[in-house]
């Protein structure tokens, strides 16, 4: 009788802390980060998980999210797709299975349209927050509940290309880009706005990834006298021809504008290389010189710089803080949706679509894009004489509004 009744203990004592975990479980919810930790994009894929895990530590500590009757506090549960599409699919399959079906993620395009292409069946809700190629945003490729707080890397393209010829005027331009999938989809993109003045001379110069030496384009481009040269490189890429272009006097015989730079590129440049070179960025953390003219976005962005100074002690990078966004969206639509279903959070989205941001008042397209108020900050970029710190490479000089940020819904086929 006593083994009897201590194996009767023994099980409601097991009963009861199933069901106390049970209940723990119940008042947190569990959300999937995957981003490149290791490999070609750990060092923006850091960035990005810092920006989306302060998202979440923001929204924990102003009480979690309300469904119910209930607050809920938001699990992060962190992965590495290795900068790996297969990686990454693996790693996708793991959280499906462990019925996470909430993601945030993305480093590099190839790794987010294998993502796209696993939730095709709509196991998830996934929001990506690096730019992509257009074409997964259209209606026959999209997964039904797919996102992406950036964009589309033509969008770029476009975006340049348009302030280049009002700003400008030129009668000739050579877009100086790199031979891979990234400058392609910009050349995409500036092609869709040059095609419409045929009085523009356009000519495209492409560099290999990796190249060591600019020289022999950087002379082309002299021995061309083009009116503008619009850059793209990335990353070591775009450190190096900056700083080569500045070496061999580019500067003195056309006008640069550097399509794309962010704060981990800009640091690697001497500032008197970027002195005086025009360049179009998604992000700057000083918008100070917007505050007269929209406070509410100025305040909004502050906002998110004064937290990433608080949390990290640096300024934000334009991936960390599309990272940001991208959380606090995601779980904006959780609760508004009162449920964790993608298909519910997804229209729960579209439904409520208006969101402010550091780029302006945005809203959210069927194709699974935002559009924002100010599609790009264009910026001069400073010498070593008024800089006040490491991270203050340029000053802001526009701001840009266009609607060549997102093709027509038309175009993508949802209309």
Not at 164 to 187: E, F, M, N, R, S
Not at 289 to 299: A, C, L, P, S
Not at 393 to 401: L, P, Q
Request: proline content about 4%; aromatic content about 12%; glycine content about 10%.
């Amino acid at each position: 009788m006593k083994k009897q009744w201590a194996s009767f203990v023994v099980v409601v004592i097991t009963f009861l802390m199933c069901c106390g975990l049970a209940i723990a479980e119940e008042d947190v919810i569990k959300v999937g980060i995957m981003y490149s930790l290791t490999g070609t994009g750990a060092p923006t894929g850091k960035a990005q998980s810092e920006g989306a895990l302060l998202a979440v530590k923001e929204v924990n500590e102003a009480g979690g999210l309300t469904i119910g009757d209930k607050k809920y506090q938001i699990e992060a549960v962190v992965r590495d797709d290795e900068t790996k599409p297969d990686v990454a699919v693996r790693r996708y399959r793991e959280y499906i299975e462990e019925g996470i079906t909430t993601l945030v993620g993305g480093t590099f395009a190839h790794v987010s349209t294998a993502i796209n292409e696993q939730a095709l069946d709509g196991s998830a809700f996934v929001m990506v927050t690096n730019s992509i190629e257009e074409a997964v945003f259209r209606k026959e490729n999209k997964a039904p509940y797919y996102f992406t707080s950036q964009g589309a890397v033509d969008a770029i393209g476009r975006m340049t290309s348009e302030y280049v010829i009002q700003t400008y005027k030129p009668k000739y331009v050579i877009a100086c880009l790199p031979d891979y999938a990234y400058g392609h989809g910009v050349g995409v993109g500036m092609k869709q706005v040059y095609e419409k003045y045929p009085d523009i001379k356009l000519e495209f110069i492409w560099t290999p990834v990796g190249t060591p030496d600019y020289t022999s384009y950087i002379l082309k481009i002299i021995e061309s006298k083009p009116d503008v040269v619009q850059m793209g490189q990335w990353g070591t890429d775009g450190i190096e021809i900056l700083k080569q272009a500045y070496e061999l006097g580019l500067s003195k015989h056309t006008k640069i504008f550097y399509n794309a730079i962010v704060i981990s590129i800009a640091a690697g440049i001497p500032p008197e290389a970027l002195n005086g070179v025009t360049m179009g960025m998604w992000l700057y953390h000083d918008l100070s010189q917007i505050k007269e003219k929209d406070i509410e976005t100025y305040e909004n962005a502050e906002k998110i710089r004064a937290a990433f100074m608080k949390e990290y002690g640096e300024q934000p990078d334009v991936m960390a803080a599309y990272a940001y966004i991208g959380m606090k969206e995601t779980l904006r639509a959780m609760e508004a949706a009162q449920s964790t279903d993608p298909a519910k959070m997804y229209q729960a989205l579209l439904g409520s679509p208006d969101f402010q941001s550091f780029k302006g008042p945005g809203t959210w397209r069927p194709d699974g894009r935002p559009f924002y108020k100010y599609a790009y900050f264009v910026g001069e970029g400073k010498g070593t004489e008024g800089r006040v710190d490491q991270w203050d490479f340029s000053k802001i000089t526009d701001f840009f509004e266009t609607e060549v940020l997102c093709l027509p819904l038309a175009e993508m086929g949802y209309e």
